[in-house]
């Protein structure tokens, strides 16, 4: 036994190293600015209940929380119509409304829709809610319209996971200010529901406070710690993206059986989105007549209807799919094309979409082919925001993406006559040389024409 007396000693230098130096790194990137997520990330008192619409975010939300997306965080706040946005100016011409890719995983100033104002110069309303769907924009844009009539064009951003927030709708509720999950798909083949009374969401919340996930996972304690950190350490919340990307040779099942990762079942969203399964079970197409009713709906607005299609990031970047070190990691992001098995099945949503569009003579901008076009295709397991258009593990776009987005948006409206300016061609030059500059080209007239519709009645004459 004197060996273990031996190296007892050493044993112990050696922690007492380690725990130097993850102090010593903790103190630098407190230093350097970096913070944990902090226990408010959630923003209690962000959300209210809307007995309209199920749910919406206060107004005068102030001073700004702050918001967190992987590592990277900004602030947030909402103005006094329930915006993520400045003050509304007096007489905006255009209004922004849609889901979180709407509302902005990135700095307001990086917002795709602030960078459509300022290119502009025009007014505009940014009003975009995490969660919301076809219905839920359309009331909020209907409300606003009554409130700002001077609005000549409404952009409804158009992600393909609104069938479902249409289909479960109103599919979350809200409890001190915190967005809960209330109405799931309970069996996928047939459709049917499940909806959660109030003291099962109550202490699904209690859950998620405490372990990061709605139910008590195995493993709770280590589950416990890592969410602790997470809300406390600057260097566990900045390198944790890191180490995920690192461990995830490991695979999945191994890395949610050591609790080094929230298992699946965590999470409620287990299945595919409709649009993916229209040919596997015919329900799904009964919901989406239903839903693209709504769709239709926005023309009752009486102003010029833009609708961009916004692509998952698994159809900007299909290799995604095929890494075994992606999908381990990543299982909200996966889940949405567990249908698609090639590239055809993947891009079938928006065929569908555009050709329902075009009949309805609906103006969009399909991103797809565009974000194609300019995407780094280097072989990786992981997307860099810095260089990529989307976040590593979050599916939402990162500044990068933002910026482009931002800037094809305009250009569509300036080039394609939708919106009325004097200096149309000092806009769109400028436009091109930013993504010159910052994005090395232009899209070609063939691949530009292959994303868009315009119908006449959309121009400005």
Request: charged share 25%; net charge positive.
């Amino acid at each position: 036994m004197n060996w273990i007396k031996n190296l007892t000693p050493k044993i112990s230098l050696i922690v007492f190293g380690l725990v130097v130096g993850l102090l010593i790194a903790e103190g630098i990137l407190r230093i350097l600015g970096r913070k944990p997520l902090g226990e408010n990330y959630i923003y209690p008192r962000w959300y209210y209940t809307a007995t309209d619409y199920g749910y919406d975010i206060n107004r005068n939300f102030w001073p700004p929380a702050v918001a967190h997306v992987e590592s990277f965080e900004y602030p947030v706040w909402s103005n006094d119509i329930g915006c993520f946005d400045n003050p509304p100016s007096a007489n905006p011409k255009i209004l922004i409304v849609g889901d979180s890719f709407t509302w902005g995983y990135t700095p307001f100033e990086e917002k795709w829709g602030t960078i459509l104002e300022r290119e502009l110069r025009a007014g505009t309303l940014k009003c975009g809610v995490s969660g919301f769907g076809t219905k839920q924009s359309l009331i909020k844009a209907a409300n606003l319209l009554r409130s700002f009539p001077s609005v000549k064009v409404v952009i409804y951003s158009y992600c393909l996971n609104d069938l479902d927030d249409d289909y479960l709708y109103p599919h979350f509720t809200v409890i001190g200010g915190h967005r809960l999950n209330k109405v799931v798909i309970k069996d996928f083949n047939d459709g049917s529901k499940t909806v959660f009374q109030p003291t099962l969401l109550k202490r699904r919340l209690e859950n998620f406070q405490k372990y990061g996930t709605i139910r008590k996972p195995p493993l709770a304690l280590i589950h416990r710690v890592k969410f602790w950190l997470n809300k406390h350490s600057a260097l566990y919340y900045s390198t944790k993206g890191f180490l995920k990307a690192v461990l995830s040779f490991l695979g999945k099942e191994f890395l949610e059986n050591v609790g080094l990762l929230i298992p699946s079942k965590g999470f409620d969203v287990s299945y595919p989105l409709l649009i993916f399964g229209l040919d596997k079970h015919p329900w799904i197409k009964d919901v989406l007549r239903d839903h693209l009713r709504n769709v239709k709906a926005f023309k009752k607005l009486n102003r010029k209807l833009v609708v961009p299609l916004i692509p998952l990031k698994e159809q900007v970047y299909p290799e995604l799919m095929y890494s075994e070190r992606y999908k381990a990691v990543s299982f909200i992001g996966n889940r949405m094309i567990t249908f698609a098995k090639n590239d055809e099945e993947l891009l079938r949503p928006q065929r569908i979409l555009r050709k329902f569009l075009e009949q309805e003579g609906i103006a969009y901008i399909d991103y797809l082919p565009l974000l194609r076009f300019y995407a780094d295709y280097r072989k990786k397991d992981f997307l860099n925001p810095e260089r990529d258009l989307y976040w590593t593990f979050d599916g939402h776009w990162s500044v990068k993406g933002n910026r482009l987005i931002g800037l094809l948006l305009t250009r569509f409206l300036v080039k394609e006559n939708i919106i009325e300016l004097h200096n149309k061609k000092e806009i769109l030059a400028r436009i091109d040389n930013f993504l010159k500059s910052n994005f090395g080209k232009v899209p070609p007239e063939d691949v530009w024409k292959n994303s868009i519709y315009v119908p006449v009645q959309s121009k400005t004459k």
